[in-house]
């Protein structure tokens, strides 16, 4: 599985991504900076990772998307190629206006920062294939903005279409729902708040976020 991971001003996560990605798909990802117009070819995935692109200064993510890679990876997306966002790479996603919604400031205005409980609610996309429904798993968040809210149509049209993939399992910040990460309309594009590439090896303190890079090398590679 051929692979990248957009690098904006901020980015202080593309590493961790970039090394769990080497590390289950045994390829080198590529380091892409936002400043660049054009992606690699016969990429099967593009990454966009955490951090605090810009300072976070405007509101979370809303001057990377203006990137002029993100033109790019907009029309990779279009395409179908799978892209995922995680922390601030799904503040890009909802700005750049591949997923619905929005990520506000923490509910009490706190910074999250520990593990967490999810539930999978969709196990049925290429980021998923190896969880099991309803299974709780635990993967560590870092955020200030992840509070994802939008209106209620919209809600009930990711509930009803099956695009709510991750769920809080516990209070965490205020998510509408209790979402912690959703799919675009087409499945190929997902963001979530917490960090899957953190939890990659038990010697990493657990591995339940390896298998979203498992199921993505089975569904893609």
């Known amino acids: 599985m051929k692979s990248a991971v957009v690098v904006f001003p901020g980015s202080n996560c593309d590493r961790d991504l970039a090394v769990a990605l080497r590390d289950v798909t045994g390829v080198e990802p590529v380091m892409v900076w936002h400043r660049d ?13 955490g951090g605090f692109s810009y300072g976070d200064y405007l509101r979370s993510g809303a001057m990377s998307a203006r ?6 990876v907009v029309d990779a ?15 890009v996603l909802t700005e750049a206006g591949l997923l619905p919604g929005a990520l506000m400031r923490n509910a009490g205005l706190d910074f999250v920062c520990r593990d967490v409980a999810l539930t ?18 635990r993967i560590p968040v870092a955020h200030h903005d992840g509070n994802y809210t939008a209106d209620d149509a919209t809600l009930d049209r990711l509930e009803g279409e099956g695009r709510i993939v991750f769920r809080y399992a516990e209070a965490v910040n205020g998510s509408a729902r209790d979402i912690a990460g959703i799919v675009n309309d087409s499945g190929n594009v997902l ?31």
């Open 77 to 91: 997306a279009q395409q179908g190629r799978a892209v995922l966002g995680v922390c601030n790479g799904f503040q």
């Open 120 to 137: 999978v609610a969709n196990a049925q996309t290429p980021f998923t294939a190896h969880y099991d429904a309803g299974e709780q798993i």
């Open 191 to 221: 963001g979530l708040m917490p960090h899957p590439e953190r939890l990659i090896d038990d010697a990493l303190g657990g591995s339940d976020g390896r298998r979203l890079f498992e199921g993505l090398v089975a569904a893609l590679g």
């Open 37 to 49: 117009s054009a992606l690699p070819e016969g990429l099967d995935l593009i990454a966009l990772p």
């Open 67 to 72: 990137s002029p890679v993100m033109r790019a």
